[in-house]
C-alpha cells in the first residue's frame, strides 16, 4: 500500500463500502463513543479504532462481515453469549446477512474497555 493511500479518518476508511455496511459501521462507533465516552477514535492497522491509553476496540466492514478485534477474555458470561460470533482466534464476525446485535457489541465494548484499561 502507497503511503499516500493509508487510511486517515473513519469517513475515508468507509468510502469504498457499500452504504449498508457503512450504517453497521456508523452505529458501531456512535455505541463505542457513547458507552466509553473518554476513548478517543484512531485508525490503526488500517481500520477504525478507539483507544484510551492503548487501542482497546477496532472494527471492520467486510464483504460478508463486520469484524471486532481483539478477542474479550475475562468475561465468561459474555464469551459464552458471543460464541455464535466468534473466529478462530476469538474475534468476533457478525455476519451482515442477519440482524447485527447491537446491544452484545455495546458490551463487548464496556468489557474491552475494563480489559485494556
Known amino acids: ?3 499516500n ?3 486517515k479518518d473513519f469517513k475515508n476508511y468507509t468510502k469504498t463500502l457499500p452504504s449498508s455496511t457503512i450504517k453497521v459501521l456508523e452505529e458501531i462507533r456512535k455505541i463505542v463513543k457513547a458507552q466509553v465516552p473518554k476513548a478517543e477514535e484512531t485508525i490503526s492497522y488500517q481500520m477504525p479504532a478507539f483507544k484510551l491509553k492503548k487501542v482497546f476496540f477496532y472494527y471492520a466492514g467486510f ?5 471486532i478485534y481483539p478477542p474479550i ?10 460464541a455464535p460470533f466468534a473466529g478462530p482466534k476469538g474475534n468476533l464476525k457478525f ?3 442477519k440482524p447485527i446485535p447491537f446491544s452484545l457489541i455495546e458490551r463487548v465494548a464496556i468489557c474491552l474497555a475494563k480489559e485494556y484499561e
Do not use: F, Q, V
Request: no cysteine; hydrophobic share 30%.
Open 1 to 3: 500500500m502507497k503511503e
Open 5 to 7: 493511500s493509508k487510511i
Open 63 to 67: 464483504k460478508n462481515h463486520i469484524g
Open 73 to 82: 477474555k475475562k468475561d465468561k458470561k459474555l464469551l459464552k453469549e458471543l
Open 95 to 97: 455476519p451482515l446477512d
